[in-house]
């Protein structure tokens, strides 16, 4: 069994930074495909990037240049660093694991596990 936990959120004005991070319990870290999605209020979710077992990394464009995503296989973290942040990036961060280590797909769905989520806020 497998249990993911978010940490980091917060509220930060425009254009400033944040770190996210998602603790994994379990055995395996280093072979699971993991990511972050994220839901604002009245929206659907959306996919924001994955990294997988052998740390090759995709975002969705939205983000890309502005988040880097990056695992610590010794330390079973994932990890979500965001700058030059926007009002329209505020939303429930989660973070997300895959058994298929060897993922393609920026997703929201089809993953095995997923974490209660983390909320970031985007403010002047």
């Known amino acids: 069994q497998v249990t993911l936990v978010e940490s980091g959120g917060g509220s930060v004005e425009p254009d400033g930074s944040l770190g996210l991070s998602c603790s994994f319990s379990?055995?395996?870290?280093?072979?699971?495909?993991m990511g972050w999605f994220r839901q604002a209020p009245l929206k659907g979710p959306e996919a924001v990037a994955i990294i997988t077992n052998d740390f090759n990394t995709r975002y969705t464009t939205a983000v890309k240049g502005r988040f880097t995503i990056s695992r610590d296989n010794a330390k079973n973290t994932l990890y979500l660093q965001m700058a030059s942040l926007k009002p329209e990036d505020s939303a429930m961060y989660y973070c997300?694991?895959?058994?298929?280590?060897?993922?393609?797909?920026?997703?929201?769905?089809?993953?095995?596990?997923r974490g209660q989520g983390t909320q970031v806020t985007v403010s002047s």
């Open positions: 997300a694991a895959d058994r298929d280590g060897t993922c393609v797909t920026v997703r929201t769905t089809g993953w095995d596990y």
């Open positions: 379990g055995l395996g870290f280093s072979d699971y495909c």
